[in-house]
């Protein structure tokens, strides 16, 4: 019986693509994220981030992997932070972190989240852009009501999820309060244990904060049953009123009733 060899094709390898935007004639170095390569110059990079500059300082090897005679450097870095960060650090006009009128400017997350994640990885201490996750979970009450109608600077909020997952990561854990109890209102057990998938991919909290993502959703239902007991308890015996009281109790209760069929039980500041 003839045997016939099955030989595999060959793989081409794609050549690497070349970010326009930060790229520049006058680059004395290559850096590479994914298959996307970025032209630019060590003095910016090593002025800015400690991180660069040690590693640049370093001698590199005779067959050092190079482009037009530069020296590449390969990040373990998705391309697309990596063109958000560059960008910041190069460009003038990439004007996220200008503050007109005492604020910082409209932005989208997903830039905020690569600028934060690599300014924090790279040491890059003044694109830690953290006023825009402080005015989207804020700190205080008053603050937190305010946002819901002009601080914020997200035109599209961000998932309370990816922002859990990026302040653990960045190291912003003031947001966090906030954050927790805004995922917590809108997502169910089954859904905290196993994740969601956002734009294709799966996001999921920690072990320890899916734990205490299902304790604080009891405690925001007993929070809620605290204002049931007080419109359902009986009105004191030097009560003065005319009867409106109790017609207004039990007004809030059906309200407070319909509210816990559409969830807003999991919400206890909305039902207060």
């Known amino acids: 019986m003839d045997r016939t060899e099955i030989v595999a094709p060959p793989v081409h390898q794609l050549e690497p693509k ?8 006058d680059g004395n170095c290559i850096i590479e994220a994914e298959d996307y ?27 050092a992997e190079c482009v037009n005679g530069l020296p590449v450097l390969h990040i373990h870095d998705s391309a697309a932070d990596a063109a958000h960060f560059f960008k910041a650090i190069f460009d003038s006009e990439f004007d996220l972190l200008a503050l007109p009128r ?13 600028i934060l994640r690599l300014s924090t990885k790279y040491e890059v201490e003044y694109l ?17 009501k305010a946002c819901e109608t002009s601080l914020t600077t997200f035109p599209v909020f961000p998932s309370a999820l990816a922002t859990i997952n990026l302040a653990r990561e960045v190291d912003c854990t003031w947001v966090l309060p906030t954050a927790l109890y805004d995922y917590c209102k809108f997502t169910g057990p089954a859904e905290i244990f196993s994740g969601t998938v956002q734009d294709g991919v799966l996001l999921s909290l920690s072990d320890a904060d899916k734990q205490l993502c299902l ?12 204002m049931e007991s007080f419109l359902t308890s009986p009105l004191p015996a030097d009560c003065t009123g005319d009867g409106g009281c109790a017609v207004n109790r039990l007004t809030w209760t059906h309200i407070l009733n319909k509210r816990r069929q559409d969830g807003f039980w999991l919400d206890p500041t909305e039902a207060w």
């Open 128 to 144: 830690r852009a953290l006023q825009h996750l402080s005015l989207a979970y804020p700190i205080s009450l008053p603050l937190w």
């Open 18 to 25: 070349r970010v326009i935007d930060v790229w520049f004639e």
């Open 215 to 226: 304790e604080a959703r009891e405690s925001q239902k007993e929070a809620s049953k605290d």
């Open 37 to 63: 390569q970025f032209c630019l110059l060590k003095s910016f990079l090593t002025k800015r981030s400690p991180i660069f500059q040690d590693t640049f300082s370093m001698p590199q090897p005779e067959d």
């Open 102 to 114: 005492g604020g910082p400017a409209p932005t989208s997350f997903e830039k905020v989240a690569a």
